[in-house]
């Protein structure tokens, strides 16, 4: 079997593609192109090459778990129409249905040998984009083995960077051998890795956001202009929406007849892209309508806005039915066209009042946070598109540089870092648990019932539309979480379970080593915070039943005595690292008396919680 080596076209995609090794090839009478449910993209590369498609639906893990209705909606409603795009496009697409891959392969190997010629007793050959779920490329080539085929595992198209690119850029095996796992039993790392060197490592590679060789603008961050909250009387744009088509509803009726599944389970709400048209369509409107405010109200909580100016466009990548360097290029045309100066727009021009800011990094004097800026979901809100242009006679907002600068920086930086570091870190990043962490997750994780107006928002949220944004992620759901002391391998999977973009590549790094801080891999300390960050950055404590103000005593905040309670528990852990001298200092300015308040109210706001009652 001859084989031969071709330049890759999609590594060459628009200007600055970062450069890689060229695909191996196998030339053969027959080959088959398999791609997997998070690969649902018309325009791939490896698709030329191919003879045919295989697709399997392999849907026995919704038997075993309650996932939330419109992520399984979403999931099999877009890989169905995916299927419908191939045909029509002229591709000759297999397309099983089975409770398993191995299942769906027995049912594909056996309708190749059926419809061989005489004497044709070639081995059937399968090509896969290398999965982002660690192991899973090895398991399917052994399963393509056990029934006589042979299966190729070449890059995956739908990251920007690739494992020779991580390599390179942090200097592999230097410090951690091949043989060696980076994480000890402990989760303690053996060695660490930062976002933002890596995200400045890309733009330099790709030119994206650069000016002869420097940051557009001067500035690599802008990250402490995107900390404002809007006022109350500002209107986001409208949620792009997507009426569900006759193959969307057959496939929502399948799923709520034939699996038991968590949170809303009605199609009203359901709104996600399920095609490559829609996608493209969702991109545009938000590069039209929500980059403009995107920026400066990006880490804002308000009541009753699940969506703000989000892209929402995270499913969308996820499952490949958006190139992540389409959102990234597209942000940049409409910057080229409508950008100013960074800060310069003012969202409330359009109506409303000016809203005051804070940060991550200004949690006032009790609390901790993690370093540089959150990440996005399950990873990274993010989007594609045309240019962006607004239809004619409707003239779009200027884009200023912040609100450009910080969503590329959710897709090149946080996305593709997290993939590296979760590459890295596996299998042991799953468990990681340095804290010693081990309560289960409160009721309210599951039904919204607790009187705390920020978790009851924020899983509400969860619940109707499988989608929380990031602040939400990691600032309320694992915030409570890991200030509570939740063990980090539940809440992985609770996230895993209830986000429609969620997958074990993305919530592993961002929930376990992020929002746990189950490992010091990629923070060098938690993401912890006392009530304050909440209030400065949302409209829910003024209406809240806990005054926030407070720390112990029968209806105050329970973020408060949590953190408290929480830096004293890991204490032995914490107090060594290099950003935690503050907190701690504020952790020996308190007395006994008020270490027993602390702890009294600690231990009755876990009560509550445990009981539902919270």
Not at 261 to 276: E, I, K, M, Q, Y
């Amino acid at each position: 079997m001859a084989r031969r080596r071709v330049a890759d076209p999609a590594r060459t995609r628009g200007a600055g593609a970062m450069p890689l090794a060229p695909l191996l090839i196998v030339v053969s009478d027959r080959t088959t192109c398999w791609l997997l449910g998070d690969q649902l993209n018309t325009d791939l590369d490896v698709l030329d090459a191919a003879d045919d498609v295989l697709l399997i639906e392999a849907h026995g893990f919704a038997d075993r778990k309650p996932y939330h209705a419109h992520k399984l909606t979403l999931v099999f409603s877009a890989m169905r129409h995916f299927r419908d795009d191939l045909r029509e496009r002229g591709h000759d697409v297999t397309y099983v249905r089975a409770a398993s891959f191995g299942e769906g392969l027995d049912e594909f190997f056996a309708e190749r040998a059926t419809g061989a010629d005489d004497g044709d007793d070639a081995e059937p050959r399968l090509r896969l984009m290398r999965p982002a779920s660690h192991g899973a490329g090895e398991r399917l080539r052994e399963l393509v083995a056990d029934r006589g085929g042979t299966l190729e595992l070449v890059d995956n198209e739908l990251f920007w960077t690739t494992p020779a690119d991580w390599s390179e850029w942090s200097g592999e095996g230097e410090t951690v051998g091949d043989d060696e796992p980076l994480l000890g039993d402990d989760g303690a790392a053996e060695r660490t890795y930062r976002q933002e060197h890596w995200y400045r490592h890309v733009r330099r590679e790709t030119g994206v956001l650069m000016d002869d060789g420097e940051p557009v603008g001067g500035e690599w961050n802008y990250d402490d202009l995107n900390q404002e909250t809007p006022p109350d009387d500002w209107e986001p744009p409208a949620r792009p929406t997507f009426e569900p088509d006759e193959l969307t509803r057959e496939t929502h009726a399948w799923v709520r007849e034939r699996f038991d599944t968590w949170g809303n389970d009605s199609l009203d709400g359901f709104a996600w892209p399920v095609t490559r048209g829609e996608a493209r369509e969702a991109l545009d409107r938000f590069v039209r309508d929500g980059l403009p405010a995107f920026g400066r109200y990006q880490d804002a909580m308000a009541g009753g806005e699940p969506f703000l100016s989000h892209s929402l466009l995270s499913p969308a990548i996820n499952l490949g039915l958006l190139d992540p360097r389409e959102p990234v290029r597209a942000v940049e045309r409409a910057y080229e066209k409508r950008g100013i100066e960074p800060g310069a727009y003012d969202p409330t021009e359009r109506g409303g009042s000016d809203a005051g800011a804070t940060s991550l990094d200004d949690f006032g004097s009790d609390e901790a946070e993690g370093d540089g800026d959150a990440a996005e979901g399950d990873d990274g809100d993010a989007a594609e598109g045309d240019d962006g242009d607004a239809a004619e006679g409707d003239e779009p907002a200027p884009v200023p540089l912040n609100a450009v600068e910080g969503f590329i920086r959710q897709v090149i930086g946080w996305r593709e870092f997290m993939r590296h570091v979760y590459r890295e870190a596996m299998p042991e990043l799953a468990e990681a648990n340095q804290l010693d962490q081990d309560r289960e997750l409160p009721p309210a994780y599951w039904d919204g019932e607790t009187d705390m107006r920020c978790l009851s928002e924020a899983v509400g949220h969860v619940r109707e539309f499988g989608y929380a944004h990031h602040i939400e992620r990691l600032m309320v759901l694992s915030n409570f979480a890991l200030v509570y002391g939740a063990d980090p391998a539940e809440l992985n999977e609770w996230f895993h379970l209830g986000f429609v973009d969620a997958y074990h590549w993305v919530t592993t790094p961002n929930v376990v080593a992020m929002g746990s801080f189950g490992t010091d891999v990629l923070s060098s300390k938690p993401y912890a915070s006392s009530g304050n960050y909440v209030n400065k950055m949302s409209d829910h404590c003024a209406d809240c039943r806990y005054a926030v103000s407070r720390t112990t005593g029968e209806g105050a905040c329970p973020f408060n005595a949590l953190y408290w309670d929480f830096l004293k528990e890991n204490e032995e852990t914490l107090r060594g690292t290099g950003r935690m001298g503050l907190m701690y200092s504020h952790v020996d300015g308190k007395d006994d008396a008020e270490w027993e308040s602390i702890r009294e109210r600690a231990d009755r706001v876990r009560e509550l919680a445990r009981s539902g009652e919270l």
